[in-house]
């Protein structure tokens, strides 16, 4: 960019990223064309090109550069209506015109977006979309008014609720939004400059640093006159905007000049995303609201702000930097490395001035804040209307050129301004205000049900251990039953083994004890018998030489060990020698001795019943009936079997 490019187009991001342009000659001649164009901003040059396109001759005379002015300087928002609120133009001249007022408008729209199709300027594209945003919350509103844009308008518009807003852009300042996804935006200046060289490829003449000095527009051929040159036209179109004072005081005194600001940040990175997650253009619905949209990636270009003082604030870079952050604190600390500023025309009406002054003098300024769509849509109107013959620019009349009240006028529009914008800024200081005191209530609400639902997941969990710890406790209940119930079986059957093992070594005791005592007897029995036969021979070898007094005694009966006592034996008193009486006492006493000794038991011991060996001795009463037996056998001196 050479400096008077620099000079011409400001410090813009625009003019560091403008495509190569030729810098035009300024007019130094007199020139004869069918048509002169005053003012090379996008409503001269969308004319030119659109008049030389079919062949007709033409002039565009530019003060300073091309699109030097609001349209080589704008946010680049390309959306259909107009400066003025539909719902006012809807007022004013009834629906069915606005319908026709709006149609025309949606079709500068896509005047544009086919214009940089058609001559390929890839440079001037950007990005679809356009989110009109509500600083105040009314979700009635919005819906309210995109149905009406749907329905009246055919417009293809989407409501967006809060939610989805603050999805897409990360600030509690915003509430409902109108989504316009066929809008779009453009880099403004490479779509002028395309333009005009779109103008000149069918023939246009384009002559900069040329202003229209004066006019006369009366005859049928009407003369410009210039520094150097003067431009002969059956028809001359008023595009300067704010810049035709000297050319038709009167008719600039019915415009406002109102500047405006825009400014491109240094890229934020990462930071961008993280704040604003939509790539088309942002605006928000106060008068004069921050535009905003990201560009080259990551850098925010920002605008707002608007004045009737036509200098650039000094502080301007600090200013915007302060309106981004009370939006997107999160974006505290950028850098803005662009500002500049731009003046729009401003009707009192707030719609275009489109039409016909005069035969051959055609109008076509007061585009305001929303130039881009309007600027297409007048240019192809009204080159229609000086090739053709089409009046559609009629529809404008009700928007008379009115006088906008000269130095008064622009300090009644600040005061208007300024007085606008500071209900606008209250509405929408209340709005938030409200909006954070209903989350604050909305969080607290959370909170207080975030608390209720831990302190009864806690009271649940408590009860659940509880219960758990009563199952337990009752299982370990059970369990220890049941353990000494195993137990005491357990012990009842050892006892019981114990009991039976006791009642097999009692009954195999016995069994010993009654095989003793019967083999006891048995040897006692055999001994006596012996003895007996001792004594009986003893008695005999005594009384040899005499004759036996008795017959001899018959052998004793073996001794039944349960037999019922003998009954004593009735023997004969004899009378031993002395010294046969003392060996015979001798044997008495240890016969008596034997037999006293047990006598067996029956063979058969009931286990019921089982006598102990000392008390089956002390119990069976043999052995006590034996000795009696021996000692009346001994004591009479009688053989046991003797009188039988
Ligand atoms: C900062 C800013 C942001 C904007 N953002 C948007 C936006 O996002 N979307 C949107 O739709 N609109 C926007 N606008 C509005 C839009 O840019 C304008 O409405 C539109 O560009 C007006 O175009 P114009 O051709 O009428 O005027 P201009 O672009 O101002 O063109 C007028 C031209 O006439 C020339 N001129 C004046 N007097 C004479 C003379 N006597 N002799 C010769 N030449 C003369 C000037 O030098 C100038 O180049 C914005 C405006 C500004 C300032």
Redesign the pocket.
């Known amino acids: 960019m050479t400096e008077a490019d620099q000079g011409a187009y400001g410090p813009s991001w625009y003019a560091a990223t403008v495509v190569a342009t030729p810098e035009r000659p300024p007019l130094t001649f007199d020139i004869d064309v069918d048509v002169c164009v005053?003012?090379?901003?996008?409503?001269?040059?969308?004319v030119a090109r659109e008049l030389a396109r079919r062949g007709w001759s033409v002039a565009v005379?530019?003060?300073?550069?091309?699109?030097?002015?609001?349209?080589?300087?704008?946010?680049?928002?390309?959306?259909p209506g107009f400066?003025e609120r539909i719902g006012a133009i809807v007022d004013r001249v009834g629906l069915p015109r606005a319908k026709e007022l709006w149609a025309l408008a949606d079709a500068g729209v896509e005047y544009i977006r086919s214009t940089i199709a058609e001559t390929g300027m890839r440079e001037a594209l950007m990005h679809d979309g356009r989110l009109a945003v509500r600083s105040v919350d009314d979700a009635d509103a919005v819906i309210d008014h995109a149905a009406m844009l749907r329905v009246d308008f055919g417009a293809e518009v989407e409501a967006w609720p809060t939610e989805q807003v603050r999805e897409a852009l990360r600030t509690t300042y915003y509430f409902q939004a109108v989504h316009f996804p066929k809008a779009f935006?453009i880099h403004?200046l490479n779509y002028?400059l395309g333009l005009a060289a779109a103008a000149e490829k069918h023939g246009a003449r384009i002559f900069e640093n040329?202003?229209?000095?004066s006019l006369d527009p009366a005859g049928v051929r009407k003369r410009v006159a210039?520094p150097q040159g003067t431009v002969r036209a059956a028809h001359v179109v008023l595009?300067?905007?704010?810049?035709?004072?000297?050319?038709d005081a009167p008719i600039a005194e019915t415009v406002i000049p109102?500047?405006?600001?825009?400014g491109v940040t240094a890229p934020l990175g990462e930071k961008l995303f993280a704040a604003i997650r939509y790539n088309g253009?942002i605006?928000d619905d106060r008068r004069a609201g921050d535009?905003y949209r990201i560009v080259s990636d990551d850098r925010l270009m920002w605008?707002g702000r608007i004045s009737t003082r036509v200098s650039t604030p000094w502080r301007l870079k600090a200013m915007l930097r302060n309106d981004i952050v009370k939006v997107y604190p999160q974006l505290a600390g950028l850098e803005i490395e662009y500002a500049?500023?731009?003046?729009?025309?401003y009707a009192v009406h707030k719609m275009p001035q489109i039409g016909e002054l005069a035969p051959g003098y055609w109008i076509?300024?007061?585009?305001?804040?929303?130039?881009?769509?309007?600027?297409a849509m007048?240019g192809e109107m009204i080159a229609r209307a000086i090739m053709e013959g089409d009046d559609r620019w009629r529809l404008f009349s009700p928007y008379e050129l009115v006088w906008a009240g000269g130095r008064l006028g622009r300090a009644t529009a600040q005061l208007v301004f300024w007085s606008a914008a500071a209900r606008d800024g209250l509405h929408a200081k209340i709005a938030r205000y409200r909006d954070r005191a209903r989350r604050e209530a909305e969080e607290r609400q959370l909170r207080y049900a975030a608390e209720r639902e831990a302190n009864r997941i806690a009271a649940e969990q408590f009860r659940i251990e509880e219960e758990g710890r009563r199952i337990a406790e009752q299982e370990a209940r059970r369990l220890a039953v049941e353990e000494a119930r195993r137990q005491a079986l357990e012990r009842a059957r050892l006892a019981a083994e114990a009991a039976e093992r006791e009642k097999h070594e009692r009954i195999e005791a016995a069994q010993r004890a009654a095989a003793d005592a019967a083999r006891e007897a048995a040897d006692a029995a055999t001994m006596l018998a012996r003895q007996i036969e001792e004594y009986k021979a003893g008695q005999a070898g005594a009384a040899a030489p005499a004759p036996p007094a008795t017959s001899a005694p018959a052998a004793p009966e073996p001794v039944d060990p349960v037999a019922e006592p003998a009954a004593p034996v009735a023997a004969e008193p004899v009378t031993p020698p002395a010294a046969a009486l003392d060996h015979h006492h001798a044997a008495h006493e240890a016969a008596a001795a034997e037999i006293a000794a047990p006598l067996p038991t029956e063979a058969r011991i009931e286990p019921e019943d089982m006598p102990t060996p000392r008390k089956a001795r002390r119990k069976g009463g043999g052995g006590a009936k034996t000795a009696e037996n021996a000692a009346a056998v001994l004591g009479a001196g009688t053989p046991p079997d003797s009188g039988r």
């Open positions: 005053i003012g090379a901003g996008l409503a001269g040059l969308t005379l530019e003060a300073n550069r091309v699109a030097a002015g609001a349209s080589g300087r704008n946010g680049g928002f390309v959306a400066s935006h403004p002028a040329t202003a229209a000095l210039t595009a300067g905007s704010t810049g035709i004072g000297a050319v109102v500047s405006t600001y825009q253009a605006a535009t605008g500049w500023g731009g003046v729009m025309a076509a300024s007061a585009f305001g804040g929303h130039g881009l769509n309007t600027t007048a």
